[in-house]
């Protein structure tokens, strides 16, 4: 499947379908306990059996939802094999159940409960889970189809590869160019695969490199064609078509932290406009008392999977002396810098209005700082000066950072200075958790005036 070079094609995302999916299966589980413990003790003890089952179910639940998110439950794989789905559900029911009982008579409690109900409750609740996902397939194939996943394969010079369900984008065709040096050919490609969970590329060994690096940093699972993987039959490599592919690049956060991520940002940032609306106020106020409007200097930046977006920053620069592209870093004794805004910068206050790129979903409050396309490291743009640069993009911007809490901020004026703060950026890409987040955040207030903030 073929487009214009101007317009490349992307597919239809299923990641939020699969969200609904498992939601669906949630509720479909929990419908199948309920029904299995109430059927059971309405049938053995009328009215009051169907009152102690109901509680014998609100006990189980807890530990079985705890269970089944962590076993894979509600996973990929359960999506694309129901039985083993089942499986799992079945397997977190009879943990659930055991530590149930364990409780109940470490509580010394067992006797309030009828054991007979229990366990015929338990088994039939078994029956339905099973019974239940299988019916489940039909609800499955509608919302996502057969094959669960979008995979695309992107055709740019190499052999062609068949896949059953996969998607064909000619990479002459649309446009997409792997080169490295070029962040408008990165941004191309970052929106083409912007849907895409993975990508298979078929091109000329000469190009392999810089393809893997170029999806390293897309936040796309990808590989690579090399036809020395069929042919030596190599281990923990995958041969689809015929042809063996070289995984060289995951997604850095699985759905479950990418979902975790994503809540603490709404909620914080949303918190944190409402406490400091005052603040953001009072500052539009002076910078129009001063020198006028606008209040707000919009920037496009690079974000996640090397994708374009504006960034919101306080105006802090004469309307006359704005640098759109970045290419000179502010200094102590700029001239272009306002009183307000020399003020503001020196203590962050400035960055503040990305709190709405934050809401958005452009930004997340702790992440690799978005830089500007002429940002420049001495003499040489950033990504000039080391070729993992892109690397950094597998995550989302952040309004923080792990380089800005180790002081690593404000002008580069020698190579080294991006150097240290891309390995900040990925250790923190490799090594990401939410409790990380967290300490940078409060590390983050420690650092917000700064000598280097000019």
């Keep these: 499947m073929t487009a214009p070079a101007d317009a490349p094609v992307q597919a239809r995302s299923l990641e939020r379908r699969r969200l609904q999916c498992y939601l669906a299966l949630i509720v479909a589980d929990l419908g199948s306990l309920f029904v299995g413990f109430g059927f059971t003790g309405f049938l053995y003890l009328g009215t009051a059996g169907f009152v102690q089952a109901s509680v014998l179910w609100q006990l189980v639940i807890p530990v079985f939802l705890t269970v089944a998110l962590y076993n894979g439950s509600y996973s990929m794989a359960a999506l694309l094999a129901a039985r083993d789905g089942a499986l799992r559900a079945i397997a977190a029911l009879a943990i659930s159940s055991a530590v149930v009982v364990f409780i109940a008579f470490y509580t010394k409690s067992t006797q309030e409960f009828s054991r007979f109900l229990f366990a015929a409750g338990s088994l039939l609740s078994v029956a339905l889970l099973l019974w239940m996902r299988l019916q489940m397939r039909s609800f499955v194939r509608w919302r996502c189809g057969t094959r669960i996943i979008n995979e695309v394969v992107i055709e740019d010079g ?21 080169r490295l040096d070029d962040p408008d050919a990165l941004n191309r490609i970052g929106m083409a695969l912007h849907t895409v969970d993975r990508v298979v590329i078929s091109c000329r060994p000469e190009r392999r490199v810089a393809w893997a690096m170029i999806l390293r940093g897309a ?13 030596l039959g190599a281990h923990g490599a995958r041969i689809a078509g015929g042809h063996g592919l070289l995984r060289v690049s995951v997604g850095p956060l699985g759905l479950r932290s990418r979902v975790m991520k994503r809540l603490f940002d709404v909620v914080v940032s949303a918190g944190a406009l409402l406490m400091l609306a005052p603040l953001l106020g009072l500052v539009a106020i002076a910078i129009l008392i001063e020198d006028g409007s606008p209040v707000l200097f919009v920037q496009r930046r690079v974000g996640r999977s090397n994708r374009f977006f504006d960034v919101l920053k306080f105006r802090s620069m004469r309307t006359d002396r704005e640098d759109s592209a970045g290419s000179r870093s502010a200094s102590q004794t700029d001239d272009r810098v306002t009183r307000v805004g020399r003020l503001i910068r020196r203590t962050s206050i400035d960055e503040l209005p990305q709190l709405f790129n934050v809401l958005k979903g452009d930004m997340s409050l702790v992440g690799p700082r978005p830089h500007a396309l002429g940002s420049q490291a001495g003499d040489k743009l950033f990504w000039e000066v080391d070729g993992r640069y892109w690397q950094r993009h597998a995550l989302k911007p952040g309004l923080t950072g792990l380089a800005q809490v180790r002081g690593l901020r404000g002008a580069t004026d020698r190579e080294s200075d991006l150097q240290q703060r891309l390995n900040a950026d990925l250790e923190y890409v490799d090594g990401w958790s939410p409790w990380r987040d967290i300490g940078i955040l409060l590390r983050t207030l420690r650092v917000v005036v700064h000598p280097r903030a000019f």
Excluded at 158 to 178: F, K
Excluded at 219 to 231: F, I, P, R, S, Y
């Design 219 to 231: 936040n796309v699972a990808g590989e690579v064609l090399d036809e020395t993987v069929a042919e």
């Design 158 to 178: 190499g052999p062609p590869v068949a896949i059953h369900g996969a998607r064909r984008m000619d990479a002459a065709a649309l446009g997409l160019r792997p």
